[in-house]
């Protein structure tokens, strides 16, 4: 390319030398030789990961980790130690004894000269449960129980067992007497021991203070058998397990696949019947409605607008509609007084202002009683401020008739009924406001 320019230009040309076949192998087999020797990143593995392997001259990575080349300090490279001028604190072999232990036994263990401490540091970690004792008056009125077939000898036993072992029922069964006391159960063990605990704490008022625990003998018998079942099962077993669980896993897969059909075809038949409803509105379909629609409204008389009025509350929803929280899972007794959200703002202040008006808590406690009274009283509520537009519609619509009757035959006027005067003031007022 600079050899072009230098032409055009009309410049000297340097001297390069003339490109022959041996030096254009030359060329290639170093090019090869560099490629060659490059190391490639394997397949799969990400960039930041190879960089980690080697560094710019594409040395192994050590062996060990070091800190010469982070340039933090000579790494190895020091060899004096960096020793403080302080004195160092004296240590001792000294005796001492565990207070946990009641057979006055001395153990030694190395500590320091300025600690001075006489009690031994791990005492706090001594922790003994809290066993009931019971006296013979107590066992007699409160303890005897021949159903279970537990003597007094036996329960003397079994509390001085969970004394000593404090409460580790396999160890408290292992040293269990059998010979004098005969063969007992861990579940025996521990069900006799709650049953006692539980009749000391109501006999001594103290079952409203703790908290009693009840243990359920035949649950644990009968979870250990299923346990033993379950560790004792055959390969066969295990594998005709696995089967039927493949099996189950096809037929959830095939029945998610039906309920995928079903919705395709419901889609299908809905545009279907958009397009059939399309097709009814083509330009001749249009003029016969409309002819047999400006038939019927020329036979039929025309509504007054307290008729309308009326057909729109009986036929709309008297009150509030509440969804009913139905779904799986965890949810709050209070959702069930949230208002729905189709209710318009007109009539959610409506709402406000009648809950004012009667002084009712706007956000009672969500038990299962209250919600439903809420509910209920917050439809009624709503219904009755759609009957008051109504009755406020009908004064006004009577107020106007009785205008247009004065003004067609003049002298002569309508007599209202007094019993809908008040009615009739409260519902213009009503209707001002």
């Known amino acids: ?122 005492a706090k970690f001594n922790k003994q449960l809290e066993i009931p004792s019971y006296t013979m008056t107590e066992y007699n009125a409160h303890l005897r129980n021949n159903i279970s077939n537990w003597s007094k000898v036996q329960t003397d036993h079994l509390f001085d ?37 539980a009749l000391l704490a109501k006999a001594k008022n103290q079952a409203s203070e703790k908290k009693v625990f009840v243990y359920d003998a035949e649950h644990e018998r009968r979870r250990k058998e299923q346990l033993e079942k379950l560790f004792k099962r055959t390969t066969q077993q295990v594998e005709e397990e696995q089967m039927l669980i493949n099996e189950m896993k096809k037929i959830e897969a095939r029945k998610k696949e039906r309920e995928r059909k079903t919705q395709d075809l419901q889609k299908l038949i809905s545009q279907a019947d958009q397009q059939n409803e399309h097709a009814s509105n083509t330009p001749s379909t249009r003029k016969y409605e409309k002819k047999l629609h400006k038939k019927k409204v020329h036979h039929q008389p025309r509504p007054s607008k307290v008729d309308s009025v009326v057909n729109a509350i009986e036929i709309g929803s008297s009150g509030i509609k509440f969804a009913d929280l139905r779904g799986s899972g965890v949810s ?48 009624d509520m709503v219904l009755l401020c759609e009957l008051r537009t ?44």
């Not at 409460?167 to 021991?193: C, P, S």
């Not at 009648?354 to 809420?374: G, L, R």
Request: hydrophobic share 35%; aromatic share 8%; net charge positive.
């Open 390 to 433: 109504a009755l406020s519609t009908c004064v006004y619509e009577m107020e106007s008739l009785k205008h247009q009757y004065e003004a067609a035959c003049p002298g002569k006027t309508l007599n209202i009924p007094p019993s809908l005067v008040p009615i009739k003031t409260e519902a213009l007022d009503n209707s001002t406001n």
């Open 1 to 122: 390319m600079s050899a072009d320019v230098r032409d055009i230009l009309d410049m000297e040309r340097a001297n390069t030398p003339e490109i022959t076949r041996d030096s254009f192998l030359a060329t290639k087999k170093r090019n090869f030789e560099r490629t060659k020797h490059a190391s490639r990143r394997p397949e799969g593995m990400h960039r930041e990961v190879f960089a980690l392997l080697y560094t710019d001259k594409k040395d192994a990575p050590p062996l060990l980790p070091t800190d010469t080349a982070l340039g933090i300090g000579a790494g190895y490279k020091q060899t004096k130690a960096r020793l403080g001028m302080k004195k160092v604190r004296k240590w001792e072999w000294a005796p001492f004894s565990n207070p946990a232990r009641n057979d006055a036994a001395v153990f030694h263990h190395w500590k320091r000269v300025s600690d001075d401490s006489a009690d031994y540091p791990f």
């Open 161 to 197: 067992l969970a004394r000593r072992f404090d409460l580790r029922f396999i160890v408290m069964a292992d040293r269990w007497n059998r010979q004098q006391h005969g063969a007992k159960t861990v579940e025996e063990l521990k069900e006799r021991y709650y049953e006692v605990v």
């Open 332 to 379: 709050l007794r209070s959702q069930k007084m949230k208002l729905p959200a189709n209710i318009g703002q007109r009539k959610v202040k409506a709402l406000e202002q009648a809950i004012q008006e009667f002084k009712v808590d706007p956000a009672p406690p969500p038990t299962e009683e209250i919600c439903t009274s809420f509910n209920e009283l917050r439809s």
